[in-house]
């Protein structure tokens, strides 16, 4: 006799979980970082970017024995420019304080 297999395949609710994977680990990462960079969002999408692509690239190494996906590097960016966005529209719905100035000795 031959063995069968007892557990059934588990459907995925989401045929696509690597892509939203990538796109809510990136958007993370932009949002985060348009708080250490104060809102700089040209410096943190072009980080954003860079991250995609080195990670995409870094995946075709032999040695990390993994593919790389153009439709990974898209979600990636798209999840940055999404954190970014969404930074952007928390900071102009509830602005931060801003830290007084010095006062001025006369």
Request: net charge neutral.
């Amino acid at each position: 006799m031959l063995p069968i297999n007892e557990n059934p395949p588990v459907p995925l609710l989401f045929g696509y979980l690597d892509k939203a994977v990538h796109f809510f680990m990136f958007a993370g990462f932009g949002f985060l970082w348009m708080f250490a960079r104060a809102g700089k969002a040209r410096w943190v999408i072009a980080a954003g970017i860079a991250a995609a692509a080195i990670s995409e690239l870094g995946q075709m190494a032999p040695a990390v024995n993994r593919d790389a996906e153009w439709s990974d590097g898209l979600a990636d960016v798209l999840g940055v420019l999404a954190g970014v966005g969404v930074s952007r529209f928390g900071w102009a719905m509830f602005p931060l304080p801003r830290k007084p100035t010095d006062p001025v000795d006369s």
